[in-house]
Nanobody
Framework: QVQLVESGGGLVQAGGSLRLSCAAS????????MGWFRQAPGKEREFVAA????????YDADSVKGRFTISRDNPKNTAYLQMNSLKPEDTAVYYC????????????????WGQGTRVTVSS
């Protein structure tokens, strides 16, 4: 079992930045692809970004390209999502997840999920 705990969410004005963190409780963190998903009120959960176990490969959703950056620090068992130039439409609960596959971009391929951290972007 892998436990994931997100942090770093909050309220920010449009154009601002936040950095989300995802701490994992596992001794094999580098073997997991880490992903970030989000779910806005009344909408389905959507893929945001993913990073391979080594950190050498990343994927971003078109909606966040150029604004969000996913990264990881394997010795610290932590993944990050740096969010810049935030927009009101980025308002959602953000979830991190872990997958045993090589860079998964759909939620069904993720085995472990955190509880989520809320991000609210005001206009």
């Amino acid at each position: 079992q892998v436990q994931l705990v997100e942090s770093g969410g909050g309220l920010v004005q449009a154009g601002g930045s936040l950095r989300l963190s995802c701490a994992a409780s596992t001794n094999t963190f580098s073997s997991y692809t880490m992903g970030w998903f989000r779910q806005a009120p009344g909408k389905e959960r959507e893929f945001v970004a993913a990073i391979s176990g080594s950190g050498g490969t990343t994927y971003d959703a078109d909606s966040v390209k150029g604004r969000f950056t996913i990264s990881r620090d394997n010795p610290k068992n932590t993944a990050y999502l740096q969010m810049n130039s935030l927009k009101p439409e980025d308002t959602a609960v953000y979830y991190c997840a872990a997958s045993g596959l090589f860079v998964a971009t759909t939620s069904k391929h993720y085995d472990y999920w955190g509880q989520g951290t809320r991000v609210t972007v005001s206009s």
